[in-house]
């Protein structure tokens, strides 16, 4: 399903799993707890505009307020779903965070480093990347490019040219056409079209299309559905921020987190753990 640095990048997972595996699970979703409570701690200090030494100081306090409580009891089902199924995207989610966080601070290189170490193990954070083209963060982008490129150049040392072409391809041209789907666990855009307006197959005999168009049409109107409703964030979101951690611009980090486990084709429950940090800010405007 993923691109084949992903492979990769499981085998010493795979290792772990060999000598024990609730040794290598528990290592794994304690580090998926880590990762949790360091992109609570990112976040605070984005939306705060203070250090994160100065947020790390009172980790205890902040757990315990309701700022902060109140939208991870929310969030609760995603994290627990990300554990249960021991996933990969909290990891992820803390990443864009720091990247966020890195690149507030202009620490360009660092920040790109990490979204393109996301984008190329899940391709779905591959939405920071076009929100910052079309910011003109051109010194981000040119680092994420350059990273994009040095981290794949690892499945062509791992596999040979002509292997990791051919996986890449694979990946490519069958792969994402396959992830297209209307299954019922798929709680995209993409998906919920596809059960509305085809007879493709949603699992567990769950038909709720009221059409029966062709597949291939219907993911054309998404797509022109996508670029109709986006016109609207394009113009707000044209302005380059003077100070990237303008409140406008944290709206609109906010945004982008929203739109992965929206817009990607396939997305399962545990994707929507990208909604912790649109969450957060929500509720802080709210109360």
């Known amino acids: 399903t993923w691109p084949p640095l992903f492979s990769i990048f499981s085998v010493p997972l795979a290792w772990g799993d060999s000598i024990s595996f609730f ?12 990762a949790m ?24 306090s902040l757990l ?61 954070t591959i939405f920071f990347l076009l929100y910052f083209i079309y910011k003109r963060a051109y010194r981000l982008v040119g680092f ?5 490129i040095v981290l794949n150049l690892i499945s062509f040392l791992v596999y040979g040219f002509q292997n990791a072409h051919d996986l890449y391809l694979h990946w490519l041209t069958i792969s994402t056409e396959q992830a297209y789907t209307a299954i019922h666990r798929n709680q995209s855009l993409f998906a ?3 059960r509305f307006l085809t007879t ?24 022109a559905f996508i670029a109709v409703i986006g016109i609207i964030p394009l113009i707000l979101f044209r302005k380059k921020h003077a100070k990237t951690d303008h409140f406008q611009a944290i709206l609109e980090y906010s945004i982008v987190f929203t739109v992965i486990p929206l817009l990607t084709p396939i997305s ?20």
Request: a positive charge; hydrophobic letters at 55%.
């Open 23 to 34: 040794i290598v699970r528990f290592i794994w979703n304690l580090g998926s707890l880590m």
């Open 37 to 60: 409570l360091g992109t609570i701690l990112l976040t605070v200090s984005i939306c705060f505009q203070e250090s994160i030494q100065q947020t790390r100081k009172r980790t205890l």
């Open 64 to 124: 315990r307020n309701p700022i902060v409580l109140i939208p991870l009891v929310i969030m609760l089902r995603y994290i627990l779903d990300n554990m249960a199924n021991v996933q990969i995207n909290i990891y992820l989610l803390f990443c864009s965070v720091l990247s966020i966080y890195l690149f507030i601070h202009q620490k360009f290189a660092w920040a790109g480093l990490l979204i393109a170490l996301t984008i190329s193990l899940k391709v779905y």
């Open 144 to 148: 994420t490019f350059v990273f994009i």
């Open 192 to 194: 919920m079209f596809f």
């Open 200 to 223: 493709e197959d949603p699992e567990q005999s769950m038909y709720v299309n009221f059409m029966n168009l062709n597949p291939e049409k219907v993911r054309t109107m998404v797509y």
């Open 268 to 287: 399962w429950k545990a994707y929507f753990i990208f909604l912790w940090f649109p969450y957060f800010v929500l509720f802080l405007i709210l109360f």
